[in-house]
């Protein structure tokens, strides 16, 4: 099986220290993280956002620290970033945020994907919301804005930075439901999921739980 993530001894401010995994192509993995913080950090490391300290991250087989700003910005096409608090652009509607990246890499959305992002609000509680600005989101419909944002790009790497922390139970059980779906949209994609939490309302299980902060975890189980 190809592996869609790989890191090799990383060492990241006090965020990561020597830490090392392979993350297969097709997965559902899930990262514990100690905060958001860190699975914020996390993500922009997998993004090439920032650069390890030591250590080496590969993408798609490709070394972050080795390629070009072009070469980066090519490989964030296919990769789907759905930051905790949704990375939207403060002056823009939802339906703007969630098409901007579409209109900078694709041109013109065709109506299937017009379609489609109408569709995930939809499901997703949020369809009267096209024309909010972020300032009158919540917390959930940010993410959910961010989540159709990188949908619509079909992208063969989601990361979910803490995505279904600090909502509502029933907020929490829509979006599972969807990102549960999604992962299956396409063969080959790989789901990374962050969180704070080993407690994840998805319905399907991970291939792997990997602990930033192994020693965490022994600690908390000795109590």
Known sequence: ??????????????????????????????????????????????SGFLMPERGSIVVSGNSNAEATVEQLMLARTKL????????????LKMWENIFLPYYY?????????????????????????????????????KRVAAFTRAA???PDIMIYCNVLERISKSDQTSLASVLDEFHTKKTGRTSIYLA?????????????????????KISRAAT
């Open 80 to 91: 789907g970033i759905i930051p905790f608090h949704g990375g939207l652009i403060s002056n």
């Open 1 to 46: 099986m190809p592996v869609a993530v790989i890191f090799r001894d990383v060492s990241y401010t006090d965020v990561l220290t020597d830490f090392s995994c392979e993350i297969e192509t097709g997965e559902r993995v899930l990262i514990v993280t100690a905060r958001e913080e860190e699975s914020t950090a996390v993500t922009r490391l997998l």
């Open 196 to 216: 704070s939490t080993t407690e994840l309302p998805l319905q399907s299980n991970f291939s792997s739980v990997i602990h930033v902060h192994p020693q965490q």
């Open 152 to 154: 619509i790009m079909k």
């Open 105 to 141: 890499h694709t041109g013109k959305p065709e109506p299937e994907d017009d379609e489609l992002a109408s569709n995930y609000l939809k499901k997703l509680n949020c369809s009267g919301k096209h024309l909010a600005f972020p300032a009158h989101l919540s917390l959930y419909e």
